[in-house]
């Protein structure tokens, strides 16, 4: 049986990286006549009206027994003044999902970068920081990647030839599919800023850079590269626990209706971890 040669891709989940035709990633696709009826977004924001481009007061909100009466009088705003406008009240709704911790300046970070990237892919230090840090500390023996790649090495490693057989290869790929793939679906990430900005994930990497077996140990070097996209599509907005929220109006209609269509984009994160064990792990 030959050596699997090294850096050997092990795993890929079905959805493909760089996947622009997604059904969140699209942008101005949408009629305020569509809004308003199928998604039920009328009321959108408490400062401005984007369909009507109208500065609000607070007489203007759904609770006011005024709003009817003095929304004619309310100050016309240009097209760009609304969406900056809606910006400044989508970072400032972002703080109640990022309350502490390294990564909670993370969201008005991206939300700046949807108002002035263009769609560029977006990457920062923090992202990839949290991504390692999750695997790391996911001490999980069902679920951690980590901790299953470290039993499938030890238990799969020709120890007499010191490598890992080609035709073994297959198996790394299952022992992952049966754990789970890092997600910022934690309790903490709700509070932290991961759970808003990344939260579930659109497609994982994982490679095996490399392999030193010495004597009855081994030393692996593992590559992890995933990829989000931060933007929503018409399921999400369908969702009470979404659409009940401002943030969620507004992100939605920034990134959809037809007179805005800021662009989504690619989050992409990357971790380099090490693994090691030894040939006696295999025999527990």
């Known amino acids: 049986m030959t050596a699997l040669q090294f850096p050997c891709t092990i795993f890929k989940t079905q959805n493909r990286m760089d996947d622009y035709d997604a059904s969140d990633m699209r942008c101005g696709d949408l009629t305020e006549a569509q809004l308003k009826s199928y998604y039920r977004l009328n009321y959108i924001s408490d400062r401005v009206d984007p369909y009507t481009l109208t500065r609000r007061s607070s007489m203007d909100r759904p609770q006011s027994m005024f709003c009817c009466n003095l929304r004619s009088h309310s100050e016309k705003i240009t097209r760009q003044q609304c969406a900056a406008m809606l910006f400044d009240e989508f970072r400032s709704l972002s703080r109640k999902f990022s309350l502490y911790g390294p990564y909670s300046h993370l969201i008005e970070k991206m939300i700046t970068h949807m108002q002035k990237g263009n769609g560029t892919p977006f990457r920062d230090v923090s992202l990839d920081r949290a991504l390692k840090d999750h695997i790391i500390r996911d001490n999980s023996p069902d679920n951690s990647t980590r901790l299953l790649l470290k039993e499938a090495l030890s238990s799969y490693i020709d120890w007499a030839?010191?490598?890992?057989?080609?035709?073994?290869k297959d198996r790394l790929r299952k022992v992952i599919l049966g754990g789970k793939l890092p997600k910022f679906d934690r309790l903490q990430d709700?509070?932290?800023?991961?759970?808003?900005?990344?939260?579930?994930?659109?497609?994982t990497h994982i490679t095996i850079r490399s392999l030193q077996i010495e004597?009855?140990?081994?030393?692996a070097v593992v590559h992890y590269k995933v990829q989000d996209h931060f933007?929503?599509?018409?399921?999400?907005?369908?969702?009470?626990?979404?659409?009940q929220f401002h943030f969620f109006r507004i992100w939605f209609v920034l990134q959809r209706y037809n007179q805005f269509g800021f662009k989504p984009f690619m989050t992409n994160m990357?971790?380099?971890?090490?693994?090691?064990?030894?040939?006696?792990?295999?025999?527990k």
């Open 190 to 203: 709700n509070y932290n800023g991961m759970g808003i900005t990344v939260h579930d994930t659109w497609v």
């Open 161 to 168: 030839n010191k490598y890992f057989p080609a035709g073994e």
């Open 231 to 243: 933007g929503l599509d018409s399921d999400d907005m369908l969702k009470t626990k979404f659409s």
């Open 215 to 219: 004597k009855d140990e081994y030393r």
């Open 270 to 283: 990357e971790a380099t971890i090490d693994i090691s064990g030894s040939r006696d792990e295999s025999k």
